[in-house]
């Protein structure tokens, strides 16, 4: 049975429709990602689990209870907000302890529970610290610290990375996985950046528009989108327009010549499709009749360890991306003719 | 590196203003030690300490202060946090009835008042009866001071931060907002302060004998004695700025609005 379970949740704003019917369903320890562009009703799906908001329709079932018309106080729910929410106030141990003080648990356990989740995330020595003297970072490693201290039934987490800069919020990110791993507390964490989303969650929920795009774990999200608004957004990809040419050989017709792409196996002739290939299933070589399809290296993007070349495939304004080896990339000049090739099993086929 | 020209302006400004502020209070307090003649001592001073009534209508000023204060304050500390909170688009009407008292004179309030209220005695017949047009005098600065305040802070994120931790209102509001408004709370209670020791016309017609009413007793019977009181009032609106000021610093949230860096 699931442990969460989001039942045909709407919610409207006005004459704007924020959340269509979304039904998820969470197990008991799993950390699930909201992932979607800005707007597209991440946060008021949180904010409608953590009480803030009342859906239009649809119900908020945790553990078999419909909590839909329970008061945000009365759901034991630790949340963590992308704007720094500490009360300023109070030292970083008094943060922690406000749950707990509320509760009115004696003295010496909330000392002792505010000591252990301080240590959990790695701010024992600043306890007395006020939350103008702590960084971003720390400061919401406190306000993770503050939701995990009241051993919350569901933590909730709405981009608590985003005000950091990009190396704290990989460190931090990687930590609040760590730190969910060792409580084992279901988590729901909202982000709009599809690497966070990947790199840290069991599963990820593609939301657009107020609706679901795909629902599954961070490989099948990247490698199978369900369609072409998930593979847009997650990853990169290049996007050509094709034609099943041959169902039972796998071939493609792209721009005017036919490839090979396993997935065309079982599909009707002149089916119109989005031929999909990411940057990493592209191989570039010496141009030669072999290739499947041929073009012109117009630009080249540096990362470091690799090195994105952008080609125009010959006969049309149409791009591919391949990344490879920075050592590899620099032998190719910009200018030059390539042929662009892949394993047939590469190529993503979703139908137009 | 010196610039004459830049710091020469300013400081003759405040110079200016600032003389204009000492020399009516050395006058007065030149004017208090005045015996008659060319004789000067503390005789003013003497006589004004040994008057029990004197100190009645201090102690009747002081208490209406605190009283209006804490009236002030539970009433508008809730009305100014939903107002942030919640019902933004009723600002332009909160701000119509904060600037009430200064539209509308204190003597048609009074003239209001004594026809509209009526109540049970230990109020209407009571001192206690002036907290409300106090209330209402001091409510433009309160509200200001409340205002600006909440504004600085991150209302609905605390608010949302704290509930999610279980909270309720009074929780929220007692250990969160208010400890997070102590410059905002000093200044309203300090603005409360001056006004209530010095308001003279509802307390002079609904015939209570508070401080200033004394001070104008006095005024009409000795000169250096109402001089002496005056600077009397000064001395003590001053004293209660620095112990409220005190007090708000001794407190241990060493408050800095914005939190985060
Ligand atoms: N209180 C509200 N009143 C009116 N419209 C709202 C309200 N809250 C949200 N919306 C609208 O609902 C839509 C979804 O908002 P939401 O905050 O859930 O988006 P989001 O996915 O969290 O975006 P972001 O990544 O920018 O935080 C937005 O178009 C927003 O304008
Ligand atoms: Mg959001």
Redesign the interface.
Known sequence: MSYLQLDAVAKHYGSRTVLRDVSIDLKAGEFVSLLGPSGCGKTTLLRIV?G?DQPDSGRVVLEGRDISGL?????????V?Q????????TAQENVQ??LR??RQDAAAQQKRAREVLELVGLAEHAQK???QL??GQ?QRV?LA??LA?SPALL?LDEPLS?LDAKVRVQLRDEIRRIQQETGVTTLFVTHDQEEALSISDRVVVMHDGVLAQVGEPAAIYGEPANIFVARFVGAVAELPGVVADGSGGMVTVLGRQVAASRARGMAAGTRVYFLLRPETVRLGPPDAAGMLHGTVIARTFFGALTSLKVEITGGTDCVTAAMASGDAANIAIGSTVSVNWDPDSPRLLVA | MSRPTHNLIPGLGLGVIGLYFVIPLVATGAFSLWEGGDKYGLAAYAALIHQPKLWQSLGLSVRLAIQTILVGLVVLVPAVFWLNLRVQRLRPLFDFLSVLPFVVPPIALVAGMTTLYTGPDWFVGTANYLVVPYVILALPYTYRALDVGMRALDLKTLTEASQSLGAGWMTLILRVVVPNLTTALIGAALLTIAIVMGEFTFANILLFNTFAVYIDYVGQTSATQAAALTLLSFLITWLAMLGVLFTGRGGRGQVQIGGAR
């Not at chain 1, 008061?71 to 949340?79: E, L, V």
Request: charged share 10%.
């Open positions: 953590a803030f008061a945000p106080a009365k759901r034991q729910m630790g949340m907000f704007a720094y929410s500490l009360f300023p106030n109070m406000f749950g509320v509760r006020y939350p103008h960084s971003g400061q306000a503050r939701a009241i909730l005000a």
